[in-house]
């Protein structure tokens, strides 16, 4: 009997830092071109946390561009709506970020 061994790609996440995922990859990363690049599927559960931390954070660097188009244009309806979801983005990104340092730092494969 022939025995056929094919080689089992690890998850991607931290490939490139000194402590990757040692995790099997199954999962394809979400929305992402390249099939080659999947993630274990523990990885892949976080994916969208993953994610949502860092849209909030291009969201919140993009704030000052917009409040400052909206006082341009003397749009202070615009304005309010601009700080309370300024304020929501950064309180859910405080909450956000925190857990997810917690979650990677014990999901490492030993």
């Known amino acids: 009997m022939t025995e ?11 490939r490139s830092s000194s402590k990757p995922c040692g995790r099997p990859a199954t999962e394809p990363v979400p929305n992402w071109p390249e099939d080659d ?15 949502e ?3 909030l954070s291009l969201g919140l660097a993009l704030f000052k561009e917009w409040r400052k188009e909206a006082r341009k244009h003397g749009n202070q309806p615009l304005l309010k709506l601009l700080d309370r979801a300024r304020a ?7 909450l956000l970020d925190p857990s997810l340092e917690v979650v990677e730092r014990f999901s490492r494969v030993k």
């Open 88 to 94: 929501e983005f950064s309180e859910r990104l405080t």
């Open 37 to 51: 690049l999947v993630l274990c599927a523990f990885h892949a559960t976080l994916e969208p946390l993953f994610q």
């Open 53 to 55: 931390a860092e849209d």
């Open 4 to 14: 056929t061994r094919t080689e089992q790609a690890t998850c991607i996440m931290g």
